[in-house]
């Protein structure tokens, strides 16, 4: 059995890959993490555009979090 004892090292165990939806440079971003790829970085026009990006990799199977929402 694995055990994750931080945050990273459990995104790290999800097969799909996961994401943040964060804020670059004053603006939203989803940071996207998928196994055997380089980060993605997708640079959103309003918080309602994070939250559909955050929908899609949702529904693809990825996990996620919302920084500052913990």
Do not use: W, Y
């Not at 694995?2 to 459990?10: G, H, M, S, V």
């Not at 004053?26 to 918080?47: D, K, Y």
């Not at 309602?48 to 979090?65: I, W």
Request: one cysteine or more; charged letters at 20%; a negative charge.
């Amino acid at each position: 059995m694995i055990i994750a004892r931080t945050l990273d090292e459990l995104l790290l165990l999800k097969p799909k890959g996961h994401f943040r939806v964060t804020t670059l440079c004053g603006q939203h971003a989803v940071l996207v993490n998928r196994p055997g790829e380089l980060e993605e970085t997708i640079f959103c026009l309003s918080p309602g555009h994070a939250n559909q990006v955050r929908q899609a990799l949702s529904d693809e199977g990825l996990t996620g979090l919302v920084e500052g929402s913990l």
